[in-house]
């Protein structure tokens, strides 16, 4: 059974998913080398009803309840919009930052972008123990199994999370791999956010 609508964007579950999907489809369309990118996830309808504007400059004016991934009836739609935030400082380490960060009520989840290199499972066990950070970076970067990947995470504030990975080897909408634990430790950075 074939999992395209006709764009070609993998169909998704639930609407934390497609909205992961969503972010990773614009990142894509970025291309690689990019910095790591921030964005608020708010629930559509009431970006609609609260902020017409706002919405208006993302094109959900016009959309019914029932697009997006919207549920009617007396939930009203759950489909959420994700909304760029201003960028990470350059330079930043990107765990300080999340430090920083606090969200207004308004505002039901976040996500995140980052591009790394990642090695299998097979190359763990040759890593030398003697490293600091910078070291380590330069020897992953130099290892001949390295990958390029983009991490896009999410979570919701009521604990909800997704991920999506990327390999710039395999860099298709059909190669793009889903779960909510892919990557655990990026997603409690994004989850303590929420933490007063």
Known sequence: MNNLPLDGTPLA?????????????YTAGLGWDQPARLFALVNT???????PGLAGQ??????PDSENGGEGGPGGDRSLT?????????GAPLDEFLGTIGWPDTVDGCA???ERLMLPPSAETSVPGDLDD???ATWVAEHPERREVRMTVAVLRDGQRESAL??????????VLTGSELV?????ALSATFEE
């Open 13 to 25: 579950s639930g609407p934390l998913t497609r909205a992961v999907l969503e972010i990773d489809e």
């Open 45 to 51: 309808a009431r970006l609609r009803a609260e902020e």
């Open 58 to 63: 993302l094109g959900l004016d016009e959309a």
């Open 82 to 90: 994700p909304v760029e935030q201003d960028e990470i400082p350059e």
């Open 112 to 114: 995140v972008t980052v």
């Open 134 to 136: 910078e070291q380590l």
């Open 166 to 175: 990327r390999l710039r080897e395999k860099d298709t909408p059909t190669e």
């Open 184 to 188: 655990p430790g990026l997603a409690e």
